[in-house]
């Protein structure tokens, strides 16, 4: 079983930059892939960034491609996103979740991929 825990969202100006940190519980962390997710009001929750359990692969949305940045420190049992040049719709609540699911190599962006989740972690952009 792992616990995860957001931290490092907050309130930042358009073109701002901001590091989300998901610290994880447990000895097995390095067997799970990682993602973000997000989820602003009266929305649904969408899919931001993925890595693959060592670390090798990612995946990200096509609107934050080229400004995130996923990255995983298996010794650390921390998963990281960096987020440059950001945008007033960005905001939103933003979510890491664990999953175990195929290879060592795969990355996915569905939700129901990922069996844990924390309790998530608001970013704020203002125009």
């Known amino acids: 079983q792992v616990q995860l825990v957001e931290s490092g969202g907050g309130l930042v100006q358009a073109g701002d930059s901001l590091r989300l940190s998901c610290a994880a519980s447990?000895?097995?962390?390095?067997?799970?892939?990682m993602g973000w997710f997000r989820q602003a009001p009266g929305k649904e929750r969408e899919f931001v960034a993925a890595?693959?359990?060592?670390?090798?692969?990612?995946y990200y949305a096509a609107s934050v491609k080229g400004r995130f940045t996923i990255s995983k420190d298996n010794t650390k049992n921390t998963v990281y996103l960096q987020m440059n040049s950001l945008k007033p719709e960005d905001t939103a609540v933003y979510y890491c979740?664990?999953?175990?699911?195929?290879?060592?190599?795969?990355?996915?962006?569905?939700?129901?991929?990922?069996?844990?989740w924390g309790q998530g972690t608001q970013v704020t952009v203002s125009s």
């Open positions: 447990g000895r097995t962390f390095s067997t799970y892939a």
């Open positions: 890595i693959s359990r060592y670390g090798g692969y990612t």
């Open positions: 979740a664990a999953g175990q699911y195929g290879s060592a190599s795969y990355v996915s962006a569905r939700s129901s991929d990922y069996g844990y």
